[in-house]
C-alpha cells in the first residue's frame, strides 16, 4: 500500500513535471533528483511561504545567504571533522549497505533475508570532500557544507552590527547542503544533495526553554497554516539516547508518510555550543555585551531546521488523492492554493467566436499577478482533470454567456463545483484566496 502510494507519486511527478530522476538519459544518478516545471514552482512557493514566516513577519529575524565553501576550521570546531559520522554495516551475503541505527541488526537482512550477515559497525563521516584550487593536497580540502546553520554562526556579529539588533534576535537562511548518506532513499525524502531552511535564534542564557516552547508551537503551526493535514503531524522529544552533541533538548517535528512516521524539521535547543566553539577556534570575541543587564556573555541558540525537499514531499504526499467525479476516479493534488504551483487556468469552452480572446485577455490581465495557465486544446472535461493532477485550485472558463453578461464560471478543484462570476471580480476572488 505504502510502495504503491510512493510509486504512484513518482510516477505522477515525472509525468506531469513535478520532480524528474537527475542525469536521466545516462540512467540517472542515485539519490539527486531535479525539479521541474510544477515542482520548481512548488519548491518557491515552499521557501517563499517560510521565508515571509520567518523574515517578513518577525522584525527580529534576518536573512543571509551564506557560501556553500567555508572555511575548513568551521567544520573542526562545528564537531563535524571529529562527529559527523554514522554508523554503517553491510551484509556479507548480498553486500546490501545500511545505517546500523535504522535497521534492527538482531533481524535478518531486509534486502535477501540472511540471519547474523552483518559486518561490524563502521563509523563513516558524511561531509563531501572536494579541492580548493588545482592542487590536490590535503592543505586545500574543503567541505561542501553539510548544514547551512554554520554559515548564519560565523556572521553572527556582522549581522547582529549591521542590521543593529539586539537579543534575542535570529538569522534565517535557505541554502543547499550535502551529505553522502549511507543508504539514501524514498524518492526526495533522503538525498545526498538537498536544500535546508534554517533559522539560528540568538537568546539570552536561561530563557532557552520558553524560546524552545514558542518556535515548537510556531512551526508546528506553519504546517497546518500551509494545509498539512493535523493528524498527520507530531512531535517527537529526543531522549537523552538521541541527542546530537550539540543539543540540551530537542523535539523533531513528523510526518506520517506512505513509509512511516518521520522527521520533517528538527526544533533544537544548542545552547552555547557553536558560539562558544567558533570563539575558540577562530580566537574573534563572539560574547554579547548585554546593556540592560549590563553583562556579557555568549548567547544561547534555539534552532529550528527543516528540510526543504523533505518539504516539497510532504506537501504533495498530504494533497495526494484519488476520487470519483461525474463517474470517473480521478487523481487530484489538494494543495493550498498557497502552494499551488498555478493557482488558475484560463480556459475558452471551444476556440472560435471570440472566446479565445477574452479568454485571453483575463489570462494576460491574471499573469501579472500569479503564475496561470492557458489551455484551449481538448474536451473541456479533460483541461478540468489535467488541472486537477497539477493541483491548480481554480478553473476560469470563458463560454457564450460570459459574451453577453461578462461572467466566466469558476470550476473548484476539491468539489468539482461550478459557479458564475463576474470578470471585474475575478482578480479579488484570486487575491483573497491566494494573498
Ligand atoms: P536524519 O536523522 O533523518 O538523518 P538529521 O536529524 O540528521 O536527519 P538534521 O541534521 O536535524 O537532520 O537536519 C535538519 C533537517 O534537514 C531534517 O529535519 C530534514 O528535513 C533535512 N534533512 C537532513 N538530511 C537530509 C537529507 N539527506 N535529505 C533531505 N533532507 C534532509
Known amino acids: 500500500m505504502a510502495q504503491d502510494t510512493m510509486e504512484k507519486l513518482v510516477s505522477l511527478s515525472k509525468r506531469r513535471g513535478f520532480v524528474f530522476q537527475s542525469s ?3 540512467g540517472g544518478l542515485n539519490s539527486c533528483w531535479d525539479y521541474g516545471p510544477l515542482g520548481v514552482e ?3 512557493n515552499v521557501k517563499d511561504a517560510w521565508w515571509k ?7 527580529n529575524i534576518e536573512g543571509i545567504d551564506a557560501s556553500i565553501l567555508m572555511h575548513p576550521t568551521v567544520w573542526k570546531a562545528s564537531g563535524h571533522v571529529d562527529g559527523f559520522t554514522d554508523p554503517m554495516v553491510d551484509c556479507k551475503q548480498c553486500k546490501s549497505r545500511f545505517r546500523s541505527d535504522k535497521i534492527d541488526l538482531a533481524k535478518p537482512c531486509p534486502t535477501c533475508g540472511t540471519r547474523d550477515s552483518y559486518t561490524e559497525p563502521r563509523m563513516f563521516n558524511l561531509m563531501f570532500k572536494t ?4 592542487v590536490e593536497e590535503d592543505t586545500n580540502i574543503v567541505y561542501l557544507r553539510p548544514e547551512t546553520a554554520q554559515g548564519i554562526y560565523v556572521n553572527f556579529h556582522n549581522v547582529r552590527e549591521s542590521a543593529r539588533q539586539k537579543l534575542p534576535f535570529g538569522i534565517a537562511q535557505i541554502g543547499k547542503a550535502f551529505r553522502n548518506e549511507i543508504t539514501p532513499g524514498n524518492f526526495i525524502f533522503r538525498t545526498r544533495e538537498f536544500e535546508q531552511m534554517e533559522m539560528q535564534f540568538f537568546i539570552k542564557p536561561g530563557t532557552e526553554d520558553g524560546w524552545m516552547n514558542t518556535w515548537r508551537e510556531e512551526r508546528f503551526n506553519w504546517y497546518l497554516e500551509n494545509g498539512i493535514k493535523k493528524e498527520k503531524l507530531r512531535f517527537h522529544q529526543h531522549g537523552p539516547t538521541e541527542l546530537a552533541h550539540y543539543a540540551s533538548d530537542a523535539y523533531d517535528i513528523e510526518y506520517e508518510f506512505p513509509f512511516g512516521w518521520q522527521e520533517l524539521e528538527g526544533i533544537h535547543s544548542r545552547t552555547d555550543f557553536d558560539l562558544k566553539n567558533h570563539q575558540q577556534y577562530s580566537g574573534k570575541n563572539l560574547q554579547y555585551y548585554d546593556q ?9 541558540i534555539v534552532e529550528t531546521s527543516a528540510g526543504c525537499d523533505r518539504s516539497v514531499l510532504t506537501f504533495m504526499v498530504d494533497a495526494y488523492d484519488e476520487d470519483e467525479l461525474g463517474g470517473e476516479t480521478r487523481v487530484v493534488m489538494r494543495f493550498h492554493p498557497k502552494m499551488a504551483p498555478i493557482k488558475a487556468a484560463v480556459l475558452p469552452l471551444v476556440k472560435k467566436d471570440g472566446l479565445s480572446e477574452l479568454a485571453d485577455n483575463l489570462f494576460r490581465d ?3 499577478n500569479w503564475k496561470v495557465f492557458y489551455d484551449e486544446s481538448g474536451a473541456i472535461g479533460r483541461r478540468y482533470r489535467r488541472q486537477d493532477e497539477a493541483g ?6 470563458v463560454d457564450y454567456q460570459t459574451k453577453e453578461d461578462n461572467t466566466v464560471t469558476i470550476r473548484y478543484r476539491d468539489t468539482g463545483e461550478q459557479e458564475r462570476i463576474s470578470l471585474d471580480k475575478v482578480k479579488a476572488f484570486l487575491a483573497e484566496k491566494i494573498g
Do not use: S, V
Open 131 to 134: 579541492f580548493m584550487g588545482p
Open 366 to 368: 491574471l499573469q501579472k
Open 292 to 300: 540592560e543587564a549590563n553583562e556579557k556573555y555568549i548567547p544561547f
Open 392 to 397: 491548480t485550485p481554480f478553473c476560469f472558463t
Open 24 to 26: 536521466e538519459i545516462y
Open 42 to 44: 512548488l519548491k518557491r
Open 53 to 59: 514566516a520567518m523574515t517578513q513577519k518577525h522584525d
